[in-house]
């Protein structure tokens, strides 16, 4: 049977993940508390808030967060805690984009699938500042209007006459479904 024959199929608009797209970053910031830090006792990114805007080929994910340096100073004899809010622009590129999607329909997304995290905080060269070392992970999903073709039977099928049925137990044993198989990569 052809299905290159244009009666045998039909296209079909319908909305579908369109782009995908996935960036792992570390960066650094450097944060000046009000007094010339002695040890740092403790670091954390709290109030992480993003949203996400299409850009060229990819899609930025603009965000906030603050960061909280608990610190000693005077000698370790007092200890305060610096606050300080930060925004950046994180340009993730899509890796997977459906060249046939319409563009003026697009919808886009992200996920913080790392939310930022201090992983390192240490006392500046200069002694004034603390400089910390933030990781933070986005995926980022595109969707948009895309045309599917799909193939038709001559003269359709009877399902109403055809018994359908279906239960838990034909096929629906997950247990035995090998992990490796699954590939939720972009």
């Known amino acids: 049977m052809a299905y290159a024959d244009k009666q045998l199929r039909r296209e079909i608009i319908t909305k579908a993940v369109c782009g995908k797209g996935r960036k792992f970053s570390t960066v650094t910031h450097t944060v000046t508390p009000p007094h010339q830090p002695t040890s740092i006792l403790g670091a954390w990114i709290i109030n992480h808030q993003y949203e996400a805007v299409r850009s060229g080929d990819g899609i930025e994910v603009i965000g906030t967060y603050d960061i909280n340096i608990w610190y000693s100073y005077n000698k370790n004899s007092q200890t305060d805690v610096a606050k300080e809010t930060l925004s950046y622009v994180e340009h993730v590129p899509l890796g997977y984009v459906d060249p ?87």
């Open 100 to 186: 046939k999607h319409r563009s003026t329909t697009e919808e886009v997304t992200a996920e913080a699938t790392q939310e930022p995290n201090c992983i390192e905080a240490n006392i500046s060269s200069s002694g004034t500042g603390v400089v910390i070392r933030v990781e933070r992970e986005f995926a980022v999903e595109m969707v948009a209007e895309t045309k599917i073709v799909v193939p038709v039977l001559p003269g359709g099928d009877d399902w109403e006459s055809k018994a359908l049925e279906f239960s838990e137990d034909e096929g629906g044993d997950y247990e035995d479904l090998d992990p490796e198989l699954l590939d939720d990569e972009l």
